[in-house]
């Protein structure tokens, strides 16, 4: 039997969308630091209750199960793999069809020094021997230098309250539900978050306060959208700061956006900064910018026109390969030209869209020495868009780890896929080695190359 995953392994920063025919689940993994102790990464998980296969318990109830793996492996050869395994049950009901089942909501921490990891997130439904868990793959960088001043990763909030209480839940006297997406609909009108700022301490001489600075800006973009989205404070140096704020966001129109924080000094200079993409949907308020009007740094617009040339078509890459010898000003209207092309009325949310799938690939797919976008894998999703469903094969003593992406139609094409390998081991780089895609790598032996070096073909129909 064909196993397939439907690819919506989407990784937006810090929450991961892991979905199949059968079981969802969301996952929030936020690093914090523990001043002058350790690091720890904090693992929030979401599993939708109605996905899950329920079977009868002894007293004649019904009950879920999910094991959830985690592994954490450093590309520091000397450090060994971190290896957790959990269980989750969900609540017993009288049935297993009728009732509505209760989501099920789990937090745990692991702590981990600082460094390169790649990591590896396995969810399976206990009760359900058919379909193949869900796997997630990406790389993880920990880097608190507790000399200098460290920002946590921000935890987006659903709801809240105060309390003296005490339990796994419970944070700085915070008892919080987590907010799982990075997509808020019209109906939510709030944004809340909260953070840790560590180090001020020792980071900021010959000063005894900062500035913290909290705002929205349209993605792409460092700049406020307007005094309303912005909470600014000055607040004494001391070894960790707790931060919450929120943010009335019942006029802000629809589009993609940048929650930043950033610490200035009393002068003004930037000390450390954290970002977080999310998009709003609220079409009852009109898009305030359709055109790309702000000045981009030259640097930036370099790298904007290599992310666009895997969908550029031959004269663009003819003018893109020239970038360094035109002007900003030619490289600035060809960028912009080149989105008012694919969408005259807003070019600018058609480079937000594209620039958000560039910011997915690099978080997916990079390798230590290969941003995502340059990958095999990053190209394909780039020029293809998500694909429809995906095959994983895990390394075995036959066949190279390797990737089969299915597309039910894309850019005018219809039943395509692209098959992808991983000859090292170690990296997370997949090469590209046959696609029935129209103008990709043709090649109907590929399977000869997914033949590891100690497994060679014994006939030539093991290539077929």
Same mark, same amino acid.
């Given at each position: ?25 969301? #996952?929030?993994?936020? !690093?914090?630091?523990?001043? *002058?102790?350790?690091?720890?990464? +904090?693992?929030?998980? @979401? /599993?939708?209750? %109605? ?70 997130? #396995?969810?399976?439904? !206990?009760?359900?021997?058919? *379909?193949?868990?869900?796997?997630? +793959?990406?790389?993880? @960088? /920990?880097?608190? %230098? ?319």
């Amino acid at each position: 039997m064909r196993k397939k995953i439907i690819l919506l392994f989407l990784c937006f920063f810090q929450i991961i969308y892991l979905y199949s025919e059968n079981l969802k689940v969301n #996952i929030n993994y936020l !690093v914090f630091s523990i001043p *002058d102790e350790t690091n720890y990464i +904090e693992f929030q998980c @979401l /599993i939708f209750g %109605n996905t899950l296969n329920y079977i009868v318990n002894e007293d004649n109830t019904y009950q879920g199960q999910v094991n959830f793996e985690v592994i954490l492996e450093s590309h520091d050869s000397i450090q060994m793999p971190i290896h957790k395994k959990y269980t989750f049950f969900s609540d017993s009901y009288a049935d297993s069809v009728l009732i509505t089942k209760k989501n099920i909501y789990n937090l745990f921490r692991i702590p981990i020094s600082n460094g390169e990891y790649t990591m590896k997130l #396995i969810f399976s439904d !206990v009760n359900n021997d058919i *379909d193949t868990p869900l796997f997630y +793959e990406g790389n993880v @960088l /920990i880097d608190y %230098n507790r000399e200098i001043i460290n920002i946590s990763d921000i935890q987006l909030i659903s709801s809240l309250s105060f309390t003296e209480e005490k339990n796994k839940f419970i944070k700085h006297n915070i008892d919080f539900i987590p907010y799982f997406s990075n997509f808020y609909p019209e109906y939510i009108n709030q944004i809340i978050l909260m953070n840790e700022i560590y180090h001020t301490d020792k980071g900021i001489t010959q000063q005894d306060s900062f500035i913290y600075r909290c705002y929205i800006s349209h993605f792409g973009t460092d700049i406020p959208i307007s005094e309303t989205y912005i909470k600014q404070q000055i607040c004494k140096k001391i070894d960790i700061h707790v931060l919450l704020h929120s943010f009335n966001i019942d006029s802000l129109p629809s589009g993609n956006y940048n929650l930043k924080i950033a610490i200035y000094t009393l002068t003004d200079s930037l000390m450390a900064s954290k970002d977080l993409f999310f998009q709003r949907s609220n079409p009852s308020m009109d898009i305030e910018t359709t055109t790309i009007n702000e000045k981009i740094p030259l640097d930036s617009l370099y790298l904007y026109l290599d992310y666009i040339y895997v969908i550029a078509n031959n004269e663009e890459k003819d003018f893109i390969k020239q970038a360094k010898i035109h002007t900003y000003e030619e490289l600035d209207g060809f960028f912009s030209v080149f989105w008012k092309k694919r969408n005259p009325e807003n070019p600018l949310t058609a480079w937000y869209e594209f620039y958000k799938n560039v910011i997915i690939v690099n978080n997916s797919f990079s390798t230590l020495t290969i941003k995502g976008y340059k990958t095999d894998r990053g190209y394909v999703f780039l020029k293809y868009g998500p694909p429809n469903e995906i095959e994983q094969y895990p390394y075995t003593q036959q066949y190279y780890p390797y990737e089969i992406w299915y597309y039910y139609s894309t850019n005018n094409q219809y039943n395509i896929n692209f098959i992808f390998y991983n000859r090292d081991l170690v990296t997370n780089f997949y090469q590209l080695i046959h696609s029935t895609a129209k103008d990709e790598i043709y090649d109907p032996r590929w399977k000869l190359k997914l033949k590891a070096k100690d497994s060679l073909p014994t006939s030539i129909e093991d290539t077929e």
